[in-house]
Each structure stands twice: as structure tokens, then as C-alpha cells.
T-cell receptor
């Protein structure tokens, strides 16, 4: 499975933008880049995903490098409620049971300071 | 929609006891899966299913059984609980045949085996 590398932790101030990096140098052409976050004592929550183009939704933006070997999750204005562990995961796009699994790393613990 | 519902939220078992963790989803998702999360770790896949009557093993299947008799339900059975199975368990679902969505997770079952 293609792996991702994320910093163990990052810190931000409330109301400021946050850029969470993810390296995935062994990504294949059919891997989608998924981001999830896990708030304390909760299950993971889907944030955003993309293949090649940058993506925006109500929660965040995803910037994907042209060579797809890295990506950045952007929270435009961090709030205290954004404090969580953020996971960057590669999801194989092919059909087939084992291809649907998500392989979690340890993620990045984001601390938001008031 | 309720999404993915897990019951119970908390459970304490004695070593050797058996129990079933329940997972139900109302989104008609074909794919369902079980993960466990140990302190300070990412999630690890236990078992998954791509539809009724079809199940397969994930990364850490030993000590756990699953079955899938309906699209909605995917129970996880511990036949003889061991302290090493103390963990938080998450169920997740996903609609097959699309790459447009993220996975939906339940809020988890916190299991302690004494």
C-alpha cells in the first residue's frame, strides 16, 4: 500500500489559516487522496478528497501538487473546534474488496490556541 | 438519516466472556468495515464486507468474527474476550461504485476487558 507521511503535530492560532502537509511520494495514478479528522473521543470524520485537481468544500480546501507526491489540507480560519487529529490517506480507486480499505497512519495532531 | 450507529457505547467484559458489537447504517452502503484504535495509534482494520453474505479479513482479524446477513447490519463478535482486545472500535461504511464520497464512521464502542 502506498504510504503517507505527516508531521506528528502542528499548532495554530484561532482565526488564522492552517496548512497541514502530507507527503505521498509512492502514490499511483489511481490513488485518491482522502483527508479525515478525529475530534477527541469521536469517530473519524470525512473532510475532503481529490485525485489531481485542487478541491474546495465547506470544511476545507485540498491543494494537490502537480506531481501528486504531496498535498496540503487548508483550513482557512481555524477555530477551537478544529483541534483534532488529521489523517491523510490514499484510497485505491479500483473496485475489489481489499481496495476499499482505508489504511490509517498516526496523523497530525492539530492544536488551536485561543 | 442516522448514518452509522454503534451500540453499545461502552462495555466492560471479563476475560473469556463473549459479546457482539453492533453496527447499523441506513444509507444503503454496500461496504462496511470494523476498525480498532489503541491509545496513541491510528485505526487498524479488523474485517470488512462488500455486501450481504461477503466478508473478508483485514489487518488484525484474530479473535474476531463477523457476518453480514443484511445490507444494514455488520456485527462484530468477540468469542472469548482477552485483555489485548481492550480498545475503541469503530464501524465505517461506504457506497460502492463511486469515488465521489468519503467514508462514514460511527461514534465508536469503548471496550475494556478485565
Amino acid at each position: 500500500d502506498a504510504k503517507t507521511t505527516q508531521p506528528n503535530s502542528m499548532e495554530s492560532n484561532e482565526e488564522e489559516p492552517v496548512h497541514l502537509p502530507c507527503n505521498h511520494s509512492t502514490i499511483s495514478g489511481t490513488d485518491y487522496i482522502h483527508w479525515y479528522r478525529q475530534l477527541p473521543s469521536q469517530g473519524p470524520e470525512y473532510v475532503i478528497h481529490g485525485l489531481t485537481s485542487n478541491v474546495n468544500n465547506r470544511m476545507a480546501s485540498l491543494a494537490i501538487a502537480e506531481d501528486r507526491k504531496s498535498s496540503t489540507l487548508i483550513l482557512h480560519r481555524a477555530t477551537l473546534r478544529d483541534a483534532a487529529v488529521y489523517y491523510c490517506i490514499l484510497r485505491i480507486a479500483h473496485s475489489g474488496g481489499s481496495n476499499y480499505k482505508l489504511t490509517f497512519g498516526k496523523g497530525t495532531l492539530l492544536t488551536v490556541n485561543p | 438519516n442516522a448514518g452509522v450507529t454503534q451500540t453499545p457505547k461502552f462495555q466492560v467484559l471479563k476475560t473469556g466472556q463473549s459479546m457482539t458489537l453492533q453496527c447499523a447504517q441506513d444509507m444503503n452502503h454496500e461496504y462496511m468495515s470494523w476498525y480498532r484504535q489503541d491509545p496513541g495509534m491510528g485505526l487498524r482494520l479488523i474485517h470488512y464486507s462488500v455486501g450481504a453474505g461477503i466478508t473478508d479479513q483485514g489487518e488484525v482479524p484474530n479473535g474476531y468474527n463477523v457476518s453480514r446477513s443484511t445490507t444494514e447490519d455488520f456485527p462484530l463478535r468477540l468469542l472469548s474476550a482477552a485483555p489485548s482486545q481492550t480498545s475503541v472500535y469503530f464501524c465505517a461504511s461506504y457506497p460502492l461504485g463511486t469515488v465521489s464520497y468519503g467514508y462514514t464512521f460511527g461514534s465508536g464502542t469503548r471496550l475494556t476487558v478485565v
